[in-house]
T-cell receptor
Framework: DAGVIQSPRHEVTEMGQEVTLRCKPISGHNSLFWYRQTMMRGLELLIYFNNNVPIDDSGMPEDRFSAKMPNASFSTLKIQPSEPRDSAVYFC???????????????FGDGTRLSIL | DQQVKQNSPSLSVQEGRISILNCDYTNSMFDYFLWYKKYPAEGPTFLISISSIKDKNEDGRFTVFLNKSAKHLSLHIVPSQPGDSAVYFCAASRGDRDDKIIFGKGTRLHILP
């Protein structure tokens, strides 16, 4: 079984540019999560979707960040314009249980390491 | 406001001995707790979990203990093996809410040969 697939694995770009991170969740999973990992703040939840609908975006840092899930097999996280402080590792995760994650842990992709110069 | 705290950024343990990783939480509404393990350049992987109705859950070499009154949980690994060297994240969630999980900042475990 393929796990959560993220692309690109690494992204280096100049500040002010638009950045798009992509995620393909595990087939059959109906919840999708975007996280950001930094040394200072650890692993932070940015936004999550249930059945392609955004449920909680309170972790999205600013209006420069946006996320979409046009269908059950694809999601994007976009940063426009990007800034050096956005440099971090961004993870996507998916799970199969809606409303109660107790017995269905989240499965993570290998992340996108983003560097904004 | 950090709801899940892992106060030890790193821990070194001799191979074959017991590794004990600790985690504290502040939100008494949390009722489900998880541990994830993360290797460099990979995403976190689920390790073990425990519901608040239990105080212990065991899976092979891994045991998680929950002390609700102290709002404290710990992960015991025994015996520790070189492949256990990784970053361990403690996480918590509320069953009456949604699928949201709050993660600690992680503890880097280094198993010494």
């Amino acid at each position: 079984d393929a796990g959560v697939i993220q692309s690109p694995r690494h992204e280096v770009t100049e500040m002010g540019q638009e950045v798009t991170l992509r995620c393909k969740p595990i087939s059959g999973h109906n919840s999708l999560f975007w996280y950001r990992q930094t040394m200072m703040r650890g692993l932070e939840l940015l936004i999550y979707f249930n059945n392609n609908v955004p449920i909680d975006d309170s972790g999205m840092p600013e209006d420069r960040f946006s996320a979409k899930m046009p269908n059950a097999s694809f999601s994007t996280l976009k940063i426009q314009p990007s800034e050096p402080r956005d440099s971090a590792v961004y993870f996507c995760a998916s799970s199969s249980l809606q409303g109660r994650n107790g017995n269905q842990p989240q499965h993570f992709g290998d992340g996108t390491r983003l560097s904004i110069l | 406001d950090q709801q899940v705290k892992q106060n030890s950024p790193s821990l070194s343990v001799q191979e074959g001995r017991i590794s004990i990783l600790n985690c504290d939480y502040t939100n008494s509404m949390f009722d489900y707790f998880l541990w994830y393990k993360k290797y460099p350049a990979e995403g976190p992987t689920f390790l073990i979990s425990i519901s608040s109705i239990k105080d212990k859950n065991e899976d092979g070499r891994f045991t998680v203990f929950l002390n609700k009154s102290a709002k404290h949980l710990s992960l015991h690994i025994v015996p520790s093996q070189p492949g256990d060297s990784a970053v361990y994240f403690c996480a918590a969630s509320r069953g009456d809410r949604d699928d949201k999980i709050i993660f600690g900042k992680g503890t880097r475990l280094h198993i010494l040969p």
